[in-house]
């Protein structure tokens, strides 16, 4: 049976980079997406695809060259935290980038690889999304005043519930996942969660995926998070 392909967005570092390397060790055919080469390459069995989730005609690039190829597994990981968090330091361009890159680009780089994904059998589309954007359980043990960040991820979970609706006569599944508070450059050093915990946790939920839960908002550990 021929190897399974996944493409991670944002694969050159964090959690992106363990998810890429645990696949590759799996034997999956993994094509790591990043805006530029890691400087320490990737591990052996990772293809490196260029890619800024946040320009258009870069996306369109990556699709040109990865027309006809069979995608089984897209995850749409890279994301950002606003530089200037709080209501007061809010700057509308910078609100606006964050955006760009952690909804816009996950909507526009699943609607360029779908001819990919209808190749494929029980694709699966994983938005990485955060309980931070979640309007019923963000605020509850969390401070952070992010308002970019936060508005971000609500919305790419609105993405992943139209995306769902949209991508189902296709059979495609699309899930917003949650990977936790996981120890990265973006979860700092108090995060609780090893990247690798979380990247084993995720891909068993990928795994699991079926069609009936499309559009659903899980945690790593499985369970549903409220919108
Ligand atoms: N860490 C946590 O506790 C946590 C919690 C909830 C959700 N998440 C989500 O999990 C995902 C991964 O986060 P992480 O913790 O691994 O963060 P990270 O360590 O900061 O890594 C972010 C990744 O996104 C990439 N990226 C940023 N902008 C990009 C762009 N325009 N085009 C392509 N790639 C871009 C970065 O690439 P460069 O190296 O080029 O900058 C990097 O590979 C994010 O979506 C994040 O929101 C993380």
Known sequence: MAAKTVLVTGAGRGLGRELARQYAASGWQVIGCSR???ADGFEAGIEYQPLDVADPASISMLES???GRPLDVLVNNAGVRSPFPGLDRLKPDEFLDVLRINTLGPLLLTRALRANMRLATDPVVANIGSRA???????????????AYRCSKAALNMATVQLARDLLPDGITVLSLHPG????????AAAVLPAEESARALRSIIAAAKPERSGAFLAFDGRVVSW
Do not use: N
Request: net charge negative; glycine share 14%; no cysteine.
């Open 133 to 147: 954007g979640s309007m019923a359980e963000g605020l509850l043990d969390d401070d952070d005043d992010d308002y």
């Open 181 to 188: 508070w996981v120890k990265t450059d973006m979860g700092g």
């Open 65 to 67: 060259r990865l027309v």
């Open 36 to 38: 530029s080469r890691p």
